[in-house]
């Protein structure tokens, strides 16, 4: 291709990882893919990351997003990191089936990574393909997305390719590639294995990179690597509790899965719960009920007790008194994770003061949606239409509307209160409770048509319904409802 053809996809590469951490990742080119064929290419980011989304919709892009061409200031990497899966240490993992093409600065002047993800083989691999099908690439793109419009801080989708050649699981399936952008793909598994191979002085110059990538602001405190973790621990917290509102079950919360960024990473057999049940699980593999909807907080912190483990030799010469430290860190966070939750789950009922009883406010209406079977999306976005004169509307998801109401008559004199007008906490409400998430049944049936009839159109209405998770439309009703009830419980697989 000419150097100075104006259709060239362009990146200003700037690739911090490679220049700092050899002989923590490994180079590595992407496997060929035989007849790439571009599904889907996300031009808002591409924008917001300085790239020319017309010059990436193109051959030359397709070339790129399916690991053919290598571009212009690319090193393709494939990542070390170690991590706790299912509670059990793994010493070595790293990206298997994933390649860091390097980092841009985006237009915000934040530095972002690019990965393929489902590009090959690597070092790492660990007898696996390397490769990814299409449905779990087109899963992850349409929850990222959604999960970005919802608020959550998330890793994105910049483009999803299909490879032409079959990835074999228990059938053949369509081989495909996401181009992922990420803050960082730094983890908590990332520290553990630095921590492992490098010690003190690997890991150290590791979290210097990460202050300075992630948390500039504690490289001035007074010790800036327990600011460091408790900046992390507050970022995390935070995202947990963004998980907890939205009723978003990661499904596989290993500490390889866990960013040092505050973002979420890998969605892999994550699901949105539709009847509240705090109990739920959708993973085929989480047999014990591991990373259930409710266990998500307790495995926050036992996550994070990963990380604080890898900093004791930085945070005090005194190994003693580091561990006080930390450990007096790690007990903040499910106040400060409460703390989050509380905040949301407020604006969520339409709260704008804050009262001693809200906490028991809030956890009774989640005990009477429970006993109620009531879906937990729609319960939170039809209180507004409460307030604006139609209760029905709520008290049709639950199966006894009996103890609703009784809960609704200490909710409205907790409003009045508040002593805001019922319209104004109402659009309060309908900016943060969602109508539109990634149902299941929706979800599947968006993946199906693609992979089976090759048909790309439910997956880009989903998508696009999905973009603006809070603004009701007319027509869209579909969307909005929960699967319709049957006896098999719905269950989710990891991405492989
Ligand atoms: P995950 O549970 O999806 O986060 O993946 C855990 C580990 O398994 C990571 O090191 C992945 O790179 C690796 N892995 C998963 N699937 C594959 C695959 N098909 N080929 C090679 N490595 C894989
Ligand atoms: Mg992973």
């Keep these: 291709m000419d150097a100075l053809d104006p259709m060239r996809p362009h990146f200003n590469f700037d690739n911090s990882f490679a220049r700092t951490f050899e002989g923590f990742f490994v180079h590595c080119q992407a496997a060929p893919a035989v007849a790439p064929k571009l599904l889907q290419l996300n031009h808002a980011l591409a924008e917001e990351l300085g790239l020319d989304p017309v010059a990436l919709d193109s051959e030359a892009g397709l070339a790129i997003f399916s690991g053919n061409v290598t571009p212009e200031g690319a090193e393709p990497l494939a990542q070390a990191y170690a991590g706790h899966q299912f509670g059990g240490y793994a010493p070595q993992l790293g990206d298997g089936r994933a390649l860091l093409l390097g980092e841009v600065i985006d237009t915000r002047q934040r530095r972002r990574d690019i990965q393929l993800k489902g590009s090959g083989p690597t070092p790492f691999s660990r007898g696996g393909d390397g490769k990814v099908p299409l449905g779990p690439v087109l899963r992850e793109y349409l929850i990222g997305e959604s999960m970005h419009a919802l608020g959550i801080p998330t890793t994105r989708a910049l483009a999803a390719v299909t490879t032409g050649e079959d990835v074999y699981r228990e059938i053949p399936l369509p081989g495909a590639v996401l181009t992922r952008i990420a803050a960082s793909h730094i983890r908590v598994g990332t520290f553990q294995f630095f921590a492992a191979h490098g010690g003190f002085d690997k890991v150290r110059e590791l979290t210097d990179y990460a202050i300075a990538r992630h948390y500039p602001d504690t490289a001035d405190a007074e010790n800036p690597y327990l600011a460091f973790f408790a900046a992390v621990t507050d970022a995390q917290a935070a995202l947990v509790a963004g998980w907890m509102n939205i009723g978003f079950i990661h499904g596989v919360m290993n ?193 199906a048509a693609a992979v089976d009839q090759e048909d790309m159109m439910p997956f880009s209405e989903l998508l696009a319904v999905l973009s603006h998770p809070f603004d009701e439309v007319a027509g869209n009703e579909a969307y909005a409802a929960p699967a319709p009830v049957t006896d098999i419980p719905y269950k989710t697989f990891c991405g492989t």
């Design 255 to 447: 500490t390889d899965n866990m960013t040092i960024s505050g973002e979420t990473l890998d969605y892999g057999p994550c699901a949105f719960m539709d009847t509240y049940a705090p109990g739920t699980v959708f993973s085929s593999i989480d047999t014990q009920g591991r990373y259930a909807y409710a266990n998500q907080p307790a495995i926050l912190s036992w996550n994070l007790t990963r990380l604080a483990e890898t900093l004791i030799p930085l945070v005090d010469p005194d190994k003693d008194r580091a561990i006080e430290l930390l450990t007096d860190t790690i007990h903040h966070i499910q106040p400060l994770y409460e703390t989050h939750w509380l905040a949301r789950m407020r604006s969520k009922i339409g709260l704008s003061t804050e009262d001693p009883h809200d906490l028991e406010l809030i956890n009774d209406l989640l005990w009477v949606m429970k006993d109620g079977h009531a879906d937990f999306t729609l319960v939170f976005r039809r209180l507004a239409q409460a307030l604006r004169g139609n209760s029905d509307a709520v008290r049709h998801l639950f199966e006894q509307s009996g103890a609703f109401d009784v809960w609704a008559r200490r909710w409205r004199k907790r409003l009045e209160q508040d002593g805001v007008a019922a319209e104004t906490s109402a659009q309060v409400m309908d900016r943060v409770n969602p109508i539109y998430i990634p149902r299941n049944h929706k979800v599947e049936e968006a993946l």
